[in-house]
């Protein structure tokens, strides 16, 4: 299931001992005011914690080594309410572990022109504090965000919110662990990739397990725990039976709930929150799981087929990132099928043979059972809808040799023109910015894959911000990319990242 630790995040105001006890006491209550108010907001989505006023490189190394070893520390914003000599930061940002947002906000929003004098100007010189510590990051080539505006600005509080779940996907990178059951699609490169770099990087453990492992699991569900799941089911649910007698369907839908449940609980028993299988590999697996693996992803396991371990990894984050999200509207694995090349509909069409997430449905669902022509088993029941509408952004993370690259597509999701009635999965559409043909250009000049993890409820410069987080290189494609300029910056990136 999809469950993440109640993060906070510490709010350090940055000062010195120069102006006093009575200036000292200011910037604190100030700090709580300025707290009272983000923890106040809807956009702010995770509470922040007032820190004492950091004075020293003593205060400070503590502080941060404090927020290193608190489970629950998601990250440091700082605010320099006084200039605040930035030697005093260095050993503290040799020690610092977490996400550091630099919120170069100011306590008043306007100068008081009638009264303002050196007093004020001392208390009160965050436009002089926060160059200082923005030198002092930049000669460290400390990876951070940096947010500017007034403390109750709407858009300065919005893109404080992003900021906070970029840092709980830094924060949970550590904690997504990946259980493939059987390797990777003989002969295709751009799902694997080294996982023991992917361990150092993001922190991600990568495990193998013979399929054979997981079939124990599925066969001790018990019949009652099939029929009370194959129930939910139902009623959950419309049925398309095709045909089929009504006791053959449920017959192959049983195979998926019982998959549903054995699946879950080898995955929880062995604490995994992410998987792949491969159709070529299914042991002693009656059916290719699918409707079984759809139910999982929409409870938070992420999934990659063919035995793509980065996808689900992504995924998994982009759940996290965005959880507890009253207004998310999905987050799911999909892959690049055809191309719509009509001028003026063009577009590309998403989906995959069977697992694609529900959580990203709009309008009913349906349960088929059809045949497949991958997997030589029985025929496998699986869930078909089609997606919701709206931007969306698609990422592929791929493996070049000699680094990783996050590629970052915005995409446009539509309605396709017609139905496609013969069709037994679910699908997406959509048209990539700033149109197919310069997107599609692009991502494949990128090396982007054809599985991508895809979510309505992040935005590119979020993904850009955790790939820079995590050390790595990004590429964002968007309304304002050029072939021209595209290829540049991948010239760049081979330079830079090496």
């Given amino acids: 299931m999809l469950e993440i630790k109640k993060y906070h995040f510490y709010f350090c105001p940055c000062t010195q001992d120069l102006y006093g006890d009575e200036v000292l006491d200011h910037v604190h209550q100030h700090a709580l005011e300025v707290a009272a108010y983000l923890n106040a907001s809807d ?74 004098d050196m007093d004020f100007m001392n208390e009160n010189q965050a ?77 991600w453990t990568v495990d193998a397990w013979p399929v054979n492992e997981l ?28 045909g089929r007698a009504p006791e053959e369907f449920r017959r192959h839908v049983e195979v998926q709930a019982a998959q549903e449940i054995g699946i879950e609980r080898f995955l929880d028993e062995h604490g995994y929150n992410a998987f792949s299988d491969h159709f070529g590999d299914l042991g002693g ?35 996290v990132m965005t959880a507890h999200n009253p207004l998310a509207k999905g987050s799911s694995f999909m892959e690049d099928y055809t191309y719509n090349l009509v001028p003026g509909k063009e577009g590309i069409l998403e989906s995959h043979m069977t697992e694609v997430d529900p959580s990203m ?25 089609t997606a919701k509408t709206g931007p969306a952004i698609a990422t592929s993370l791929v493996d070049l040799g000699n680094r990783f690259r996050l590629i970052i597509q915005e995409v446009d999701c539509k309605k396709v023109e017609k139905p496609m009635p013969q069709l037994p999965t679910g699908t997406m559409f959509w048209t990539p910015r ?44 968007d309304s304002d990319t050029t072939i021209r300029g595209f290829k540049r910056d991948l010239l760049m990136g081979e330079a830079c990242y090496r």
Wanted: glycine share 6%; proline share 5%.
């Fill in 285 to 319: 697996l009656k059916e290719l799981p699918s409707l079984s693996i759809q139910r999982l992803m929409q409870k938070g396991y992420a999934f990659g087929p063919e035995g793509d371990w980065k996808t689900p990894a992504m995924v998994r984050l982009m759940k």
């Fill in 127 to 203: 436009a002089h504090g926060e160059r200082e510590l923005g030198h002092i990051f930049a000669r460290m080539r400390w990876n951070h965000k940096v947010i500017f505006g007034y403390w109750k600005d709407d858009k300065v509080l919005l893109e404080l919110g992003a900021w906070q779940r970029v840092a709980i996907g830094v924060n949970e990178s550590r904690n997504v662990r990946i259980a493939r059951f059987a390797d990777t699609m003989r002969n295709v490169a751009v799902t694997d990739g080294d996982k023991i770099e992917a361990e150092q990087k993001f922190g």
């Fill in 361 to 385: 449905a709009e309008g009913d669902i349906s349960i088929r059972v059809t045949p497949l022509s991958m997997g030589d088993r029985e025929d496998p029941a699986r869930l078909i809808f």
């Fill in 215 to 242: 079939v124990p699991y599925i066969d001790a569900v018990t019949d009652t725990e099939v029929k009370a799941l194959t129930d939910e089911y139902y009623e959950s649910y419309k049925l398309i039976l095709d």
């Fill in 43 to 116: 956009k702010i989505p995770f509470e922040v914690v007032v820190k004492p006023n950091l004075l020293t490189s003593e205060v400070i190394q503590a502080t941060y080594n404090e927020a290193n070893n608190d489970p629950e520390c998601a990250g440091i914003i700082t605010w320099a309410h006084t200039f605040s000599p930035s030697k005093s930061y260095i050993h503290g940002l040799q020690d610092l572990r977490k996400p550091l947002c630099q919120f170069a906000t100011q306590y008043n929003e306007e100068i008081p022109y009638d009264t303002i």
């Fill in 434 to 477: 700033p149109n197919l043909k310069v997107g599609t250009e692009a991502w494949i000049y990128a090396g982007g894959a054809h599985h991508t993890a895809v979510t309505f409820d992040l935005s590119a410069d979020q993904m850009v911000d955790w790939a820079d987080a995590m050390g790595i290189e990004s590429v964002v494609i």
